[in-house]
């Protein structure tokens, strides 16, 4: 056995410090979490806990309103990452080009994504109001509609309305990555595609679009595992409604937790949640990187 040097130790004794504090607002939280999830805890009853086993997961997995939360969930998640994907290309290819301005461009695509989430909460649900709201005045003064409408109050356009919003401040990001992603590209290829004779379409797809699986792969997985935990434009934007419209798995968490004050099924619900998240992105690590 090698004998531990002066210097390891001392590292040792400056991480332990760290480590505590780790353990301590991350570690714990976690197992207390995992451990409330057992009992019945409702703080409607304080001194009644009793231990029931996995009967929490068992109520949650076999309510129907819990699976028509993660259908919502899995319909908010499909639109959104495939938009941010789609637009997040178009933006880093534009900006790998050359053209004057490109650079104050990038500073400014960053805006959005250094906004606090719940400042871009409160922004778009002023866009979206139905009587002062940036939205209505626009299509108004454009004629595109003849009076007022009240876009959060529609059934069928709640989640695409609350997924634009989350478009809107995970877009940057995504085009960064991408855009790191096609720097990447050895220009080599582009110029033997020219010689011989490839037209822009034809070296996007057997070129571009191949190299850019990478930072698909990582935009997809990062988007993926963001929409399906999302919370904040739900709470800020609809509180789950209109009618439970948008009535997503975040959300009935936070209800049955904090309004319901039944800690225990909360707690369940989210370790539900925690792991299908990491089935999730172990699904995508994997069938992607297959395409790699």
């Given at each position: 056995m090698r004998a531990v040097t002066h210097d390891e130790r001392a590292a040792a004794g400056l991480l332990a410090g760290l480590v505590a504090v780790l353990m301590a607002v991350t570690a714990f939280p976690i197992l207390y979490s995992l451990w409330i999830s057992l009992f019945a805890v409702n703080l409607r009853r304080p001194n009644r806990m009793p231990f029931v086993g996995l009967d929490n997961y068992i109520a949650?997995?076999?309510?129907?309103?819990f699976w028509g939360s993660v259908g919502r969930t899995a319909l908010f998640s499909a639109l959104a990452v495939a938009a941010i994907l789609v637009i997040a290309t178009l933006v880093a290819l534009l900006l790998d080009q050359e053209f004057p301005g490109r650079r104050i461009l990038s500073a400014c695509l960053l805006i959005p994504w250094a906004i606090p989430s719940v400042v871009n909460g409160l922004m778009w649900k002023w866009i979206y109001d139905s009587n002062y709201g940036a939205l209505n005045g626009l299509l108004l003064q454009l004629g595109f509609i003849g009076s007022a409408t009240i876009w959060l109050g529609d059934s069928n356009r709640t989640l695409p309305l609350i997924a634009n919003a989350f478009i809107w401040k995970e877009v940057p990001l995504a085009a960064i990555l991408l855009l790191v992603t096609?720097?990447?590209?050895?220009?080599?290829?582009?110029?033997?595609?020219?010689?011989?004779?490839?037209?822009?379409?034809?070296?996007?797809?057997?070129?571009?679009?191949?190299?850019?699986?990478?930072?698909?792969?990582?935009?997809?997985?990062?988007?993926?595992?963001?929409?399906?935990?999302?919370?904040?434009?739900?709470?800020?934007?609809?509180?789950?409604?209109p009618g439970g419209a948008s009535d997503v798995v975040a959300w009935r968490i936070y209800v049955e937790t904090f309004r319901n004050l039944s800690f225990g099924t909360g707690a369940a619900m989210s370790y539900i949640l925690a792991i299908a998240t990491l089935l999730m992105s172990y699904a995508l690590i994997r069938g992607m990187a297959r395409t790699l």
């Open positions: 949650v997995l076999s309510s129907p309103a096609l720097k990447s590209i050895p220009a080599d290829l582009y110029g033997a595609a020219a010689v011989d004779g490839a037209p822009a379409w034809r070296r996007f797809f057997a070129i571009t679009l191949p190299a850019l699986r990478p930072g698909f792969l990582l935009v997809t997985l990062y988007e993926a595992m963001m929409a399906v935990r999302h919370f904040d434009l739900f709470f800020l934007l609809t509180e789950g409604g």
